[in-house]
């Protein structure tokens, strides 16, 4: 009995390290926003959430997300002065 859970975990394990991560959903830059439904960020341009709002009295906004989630830092910049001796 023994045995046989060892070898059950054995396979459990290798069969977890075997299986791929699950891959992320986009984050799309425009979002619909209303008071009664929240917000659904869906949308990969500002047209199509245009299109999906028209007539619906929801607004498109910029995702917040992306909005306000910290840019990558460039190379720094490096002086061109000479340096006189």
Known sequence: MRNLMLAV???GG?????????AAAPTYPYCIQSQAFGTDCSYPSYE?????AS????DCI???RL???PQP???PRRSRRSVAY
């Open 62 to 64: 910029v995702n917040p």
């Open 14 to 22: 290798v069969s977890a390290m075997a299986s791929s991560p699950a």
């Open 48 to 52: 199509a959430c245009q299109a999906t």
């Open 55 to 58: 007539g619906r009295g929801v």
């Open 67 to 69: 909005a306000f989630s």
């Open 9 to 11: 975990l054995a396979v």
């Open 73 to 75: 830092y460039g190379e």
